[in-house]
């Protein structure tokens, strides 16, 4: 997310001289050994690392014991206080320039896995900011929410497949604190999105990778009261948790099993599973069938149905034989184009139109992502501009936008289990500028696909918080694929 650990509201009057309340700059919650660097400049002067403290559920650390909190959860929506020792003290309604550098690393998105009991390479986060901030003693005021919103149409049994929703869609509103669980949920009710809800555990469980009674409770209580359905339940691994080692096949066997066991207790029929490592699988598989649960490996962009990572888990299914293993088919695997939203976010970084040229061309080569990210990297390191500005885009535009021909979903459709719907933006059309809706939805009801399409708004990680309201977008899409699938039927009845 580009919205970065710090916004207008961080700096904050403390009696040891002043702090920042930080936000975190990812989707889901992470682990503090996540953390590999925070610099501190004020008022152009660099702050000692001694002079730094991070104090999370009024627990401290140095800077320095970070990397060793590989058991402490960094939750979505805290806001952990970077305390700064300074005389005098920032007083009320004092405005100061802060810089503020942080470097991250992605715990469960692994480039390589480490050698010889070491760790593994992880994509990076990078954000670097520089703001005045006026000194305040409490949280920014979330906006206004349009409540004037048509009905949705109603969906009827000759719809092909249910609509619904994940909740990452809301991540950076979630994250900032406009919702809480209940009040996301509500809102998700009042714009009448439904009745499929998806989360990923990570995201919204304050005590991950645990089910806590008392969130379940909170869950029953909001699925009564709007008549949702439980759909998917999005199980991240975080290989990289500790930072001197990858996780062994004991510990990623534990998590998942804990992971599928919260899931059951939430009523989910339905695993997104990350890793599909073959020993893994055989050993999870009888778990998920004593939980009578079904596990979909997610197919996400840059791959497709037929890379050849894919083909492999493919084989393995083949050879377990099992009605519990599928797929989730995630749209962001077959785009026509770049992402407006993508393309104002890298604007907005640094990037000139010419750069910009270059990127979208680079992105339409049949390279592999590792190369097209390392030619971009190259390129933008002959023109003299830092990669580093980018953040995590220089990777991200590239795993996260895949150009995969979208029948290619026909190849794998008795196995997709459910469906990511990916989406960007609407136009002013009502379509996905970068995604074609309209033949996805036919491929897919002429395959004969019968589960979930769950809408899932991924601007966040691009677009400023506030800048657009997702839970809108994510209505007009939903109106989009039922306008698809009303056409669709049109045209059948009419032959």
Known sequence: MPNGLIDDASLRVHPEGFALALTIPWYRSLWLSSVTTLRLTFDGAEVPEEDLAFELDGVRFRL??????????????????????????????????????????????????????????????????????????????????????????????????????????????????????????????????????????????????????????????AFDRHGFDASSFGANLDMGKRRDRDMTPDEEFEVSELLFRGAKKLGFPLVRIQSAKPELLRRLLPVAEDLDLKLAYEIHAPMGPNAPEIVKVRDLYAELDSPLLGFVADFSSTMHSMSPTLLRAVRRAGLGDEEVQ??????????????????????????????????????????????????????IMPQILHVHAKFYDIDDNGQEPAIDYPELVRIFVEGGYRGYWSSEWEGHAFAELGEVDPLLLVRKQHDLIRASMRSLQAASAAR
């Open 358 to 411: 270059r990127l979208q061309e680079i992105w339409g080569t049949e390279a592999s992502m590792r190369e097209r990210q390392e030619e971009f990297i190259g390129y933008l390191n002959s023109r003299g501009f830092d990669p580093g500005r980018l953040g995590s885009f220089a990777h991200l535009a590239f795993n996260m936008h895949g150009h995969v021909d979208p029948h290619e979903w026909a190849d």
């Open 64 to 221: 320095a014991d970070l990397p060793q909190q590989s058991d402490v959860l960094w939750y979505l929506q805290s806001h952990p206080l970077l305390i700064v020792r300074r005389a005098p003290a920032v007083e009320l309604g004092e405005t100061h320039e802060v810089e503020l550098h942080g470097e991250l690393r992605l715990p469960y998105m692994q480039i390589r896995p480490g050698e010889d009991g070491g760790p593994g390479l992880y994509v990076p986060n990078i954000v670097h900011q520089r703001l005045a901030l006026t000194a305040t003693d409490h949280d920014a005021e979330p906006p206004v929410l349009v409540t004037d919103v048509p009905p949705a149409p109603e969906a009827t049994d000759a719809d092909p497949f249910k609509l619904g929703l994940t909740l990452y869609s809301a991540s950076a509103e979630f994250r900032a604190g406009w919702f809480d669980f209940d009040g996301l949920l509500d809102r998700v009710a009042e714009l009448g999105i439904g009745p499929g809800i998806e989360i990923v555990a990570s995201q919204v469980l304050p005590t991950y990778p645990v089910v806590s009674d008392e969130f379940v409770t909170t869950w029953r209580e």
